[in-house]
Structure formats: structure tokens, C-alpha cells
């Protein structure tokens, strides 16, 4: 997902990811409350003629935060205990602003967090259990958008997120070769989808790769493209029976040869399959570069992608699908999305939920949602099929029964796990060494084994958070 949409009033501004999805150059405080302010007990709530006020923080312009603010006017007038005031704090100093009221202890009582930052947040006692949030509710949100700390919720996302393979239906149509499965029953293994690939590309005298007089210093149309920021790797290494981290996140497990062996195969359909263009891991705009761009048949990618680029590029004549990813050795997608926390130093953390819990609930952000921008959090969503067909059925999403399977059904299935900065600390360093790293794998330089290994301590120094 990425920074800065300009929402309506009923909409919410978060960061996407990326990570991944975005900048990565924000840091968790190491500011942490004393002993006595983290255990202070929450005031009681005032009578019902004073109302108790929230301070919701959320980057972005002072237009962006007015905006906000009208949706927050929208549950104050709903309220006789409650009043949310929106605090909008531009992007570039977001951070450096929380961590100053963090050392003064003037944090505003909730607001958003970029999905890297929360684990940090928590171990420094910055954050509240938000795990009774939904408690009496109809529906919690899906269990892979649970950011956990030490067998605690501490946030939940605040949209949904999860990794695709699109496709162009018109290249697929003139090589008469059958679309990518959006089943996962039917999904293809990496085999299949780098064979599939092979036919897919072209030199430009029409030559696939293993093709006598293949020239592959002079190829007009690429097969596939993985998308190789660091972030997103991490759905190969799971794949492929490894990982970039044990289950707790406490260990690193990238230098395990399946780990290094899932990222050399993304890299080796650029380098030895001749069916991918170079991407050096670098830029969160791989959709565009591919599928729009009208250069590559298939490219995996974030769902956000429907609604940030697709929707518009589809207008213009593009005739695109959906389709669940291909797998190694077992199907993993990943989960993501940008969280909205509570923080400890709050005295409401009750209404701090109460507001939360309306300000992401799906009827509040349905632009967003109906867009294809985001997708619900809510578990209801994905197994009520009244709800399913409000979500899906409509003209900016591929056709139903396509989407359904490959996004809805996909995103509830065993396939999906969330990622790593939903329960691992310091993954904005170790993605960025991992990035900088396996600069020089992507154009043949060197092996993924060997880049892994040269920096395996200093990997497994940023899981530490050792300088």
C-alpha cells in the first residue's frame, strides 16, 4: 500500500508497505514510559455531559488530516461519552514527532503505525494490549492480521493486504496458452509456471527461450516477473520450506539452503530462464513496469495494485486477471497491511478502542475497500457470501467467481501467512541489508548462497537490533 491517498471523509490514510510498500526509513522510539506510567491504571470515564477526549495521530497534508477529521466528526455525532480529535502530522516527520512526545510523555492517545514499526513500539512498552477489541462483536478480523508481541495482540491491521499473480489475458490469448489457475487446489508449481513463462516470451524474431536462434540479448515480451523487494522474498523462502525467520521471529533462518535456494531461482528467471526483465529489488512500482507497461504476460504483486493502478489501466483497454501464486514446495502468500495501535501512555484505552474499532470497521471505509485499494478485515467478509458479493461484485474488481478464489478464498486459506513485522522486531534493518545485499545476485555477480552467507552475521546481528 502506499503513503499519502488523498481520502474522503469516510476513508483512512495508511502506509502500505511496503516496505516493502513504502519508505523504510522509519524507526520504532526507544523512548519507553517509566515503570510507574506503564502501570498507571485508566481514569474512570467522566459523566456522560463531559466526553472524553482521543487524540487520533495519522501522517499526512493538513488537508489529508481535515479529511480524517470529518470521518471523525461523523463518530463524534454519535457519541454522548466520546470526541476524536484527528492530529496530522506530514509524513517526512512523523515518526520524530511520536518519538518526542514519547520522551515527554504527550503520545496522542492511538493512531497509525507503519507496519515495521509496531513490534519495535511494543518491546519498548510503548503500545496497549488491544487484544479485547472485538470482544461481543459479530466478527473478529482474520488471525493473519494480528500483530502479536510476547503472546499478546498489540494491533490489528488496519486493512487487508495480500501477495497475486495478474496476468494479461490478451497475451495469454494469442500464445493459446490456458490462464493462471485462481484456485488454489489448481495452483501451478514453479516448474509449471516458469515452463508456462518460457512460451510467453519472445525475442524479436517470435523465439521462446530454449528455441534454436533464441536470442535473449533481444526479447520484446517477458513471460514473468517476481517481485523482488525484500519484503515480498520472504513468500519464496516459506515456499520453498524455509523462511527469513523461525516462527517467534527470534532466529533467522535465511542462510538455511532452502531459504537461499528460493531467492536464487527468483533470480535465476532473469539470469539463466531468460523469461524475466532485471529488477534489482529496489522500487515499489513492479506492476506498473510489467503489466501496464505492457511488456510482461504475468507478475506477482500486492492486491492494493487493483485499486492504485489497475482500475485506470483497465479503462484504457487492458484486459487483465487474477490468479493465485505458484509454489515451490508448499502455497504461501502473505498477509500485510498498516496497523492502527493504542498507546500505553493513554488514561482511555477502552475509548481509544471504541474509536478504532469504528474507524476501521468496512462501512467506514468503503471507498478505499469498494476501489480495490484495500481489502476487509473483518472474518465476516470473506465467509458470508451476502457480504462477499457487496465487497466484489462490482465493476472495478475482476470477475467474481475469478476474484473470489484467488483474493477472498486465498487470503482465509492455510496459504496465507502473515509477514515477518507482524510478530519479528527490527525487519526495517534486516530488510534493508537483505535488499542492499542481493544487489549484486539479481545481475549475476554473485550467488544468492554466497551474498547470503558474506552477510549472514550481520543479518542475524539486525534481527538483534545490533548495530
Known sequence: MKKGFMVSAAMITILAMIVGCGSNN???????????????????????????????????????????????????????????????????????KLNTQATAGQLPDTGILKEDGVIQWSSDGMLNDVSTMYEGSDSK????????????????????????????????DKANVPYPPSVLDKAWTWDEFVATAKKLTNDKNGKHPGDDGFDSQSIVQYGASVENLAWQLETWALSNGGGFYNNDGTEVRIGEDASVEAIQKVADLYLKDHVAPLSVGQTDDGIQRTIIAGTVAMATNGQWNVGTSLNAAKEAGLKYGVAVLPYMKEKVTLNTGGANVVFSQTKHPKEAMEWLKWYTAEENNWGLISSGIWMPVLEKWYTDETLTHKWVDNPNFPPYEEY?????????????????????????????????????????????KDAIAKNLEALKAANKGDK
Open 404 to 448: 473470489k478464489s484467488a483474493v477472498v478464498d486465498y487470503a482465509q486459506s492455510s496459504a496465507a501467512r502473515p509477514a515477518s513485522w507482524f510478530y519479528t522486531n527490527y525487519t526495517t534493518e534486516f530488510n534493508t541489508l537483505l535488499s542492499s545485499s542481493l544487489g549484486d545476485v539479481w545481475t549475476g555477480k554473485t550467488t544468492a
Open 26 to 96: 522509519n524507526k520504532g522510539t526507544n523512548a519507553s514510559p517509566s515503570g510507574d506510567e506503564a502501570s498507571k491504571s485508566p481514569e474512570k470515564s467522566p459523566s456522560k455531559t463531559e466526553k472524553v477526549k482521543i487524540i487520533y495521530s495519522m501522517w499526512g497534508s493538513e488537508e489529508e488530516g481535515n479529511k480524517t477529521q470529518e470521518a471523525a466528526d461523523k463518530f463524534n455525532a454519535t457519541q454522548d461519552r466520546i470526541e476524536v480529535e484527528v492530529q496530522a502530522i506530514p509524513w517526512e516527520s512523523y515518526m520524530t
Open 141 to 172: 478480523p482474520l488471525d493473519s492480521l494480528a500483530y502479536k508481541y510476547q503472546g499478546k495482540t498489540v494491533a490489528y491491521a488496519a486493512a487487508n493486504e495480500i501477495l497475486l499473480l495478474y496476468y494479461n489475458k490478451d497475451m495469454f
